[in-house]
């Protein structure tokens, strides 16, 4: 029984180097093998000394990553120089009009604060040069 559990720990003696992990070209080099039909996927780790859970990842990895490159490549080139200045365009129309709105909403609020001073008597607004008090 100890002898199993002995057989169990050991690296695989197929991999040359069994806690270090392969590079990305690695990687790439095993899964470009079993796309290309030259390997199928156990005579593969049983030649890299890998784990068949292993290879499965990295070739959906890898697979998932081409994916979005190619996604990213095609959105962007659909995208023309006249689809963007008019995206630009309508951005700074949104900001003109939320400047005016700011603007307008100064102007009611220093309309109130100078009417509440001259009808209610009430001083709100501080002098320039005042300094705060001490407490």
Known sequence: MTEKRKQKNRPSPLSKHPYVRPSKEEMELIVGEIDSGALKILS???KYGLNRNTLKFWITRLSVGDLTDKMNKSMSSNISGDR????YKQQISQFEKSLEYARLKIFG???MIKVAEEDLQIKIRKKPGTKRSKE
């Open 44 to 46: 593969a780790c049983k």
């Open 84 to 87: 963007k200045e008019h995206e």
């Open 109 to 111: 609020l220093e309309t």
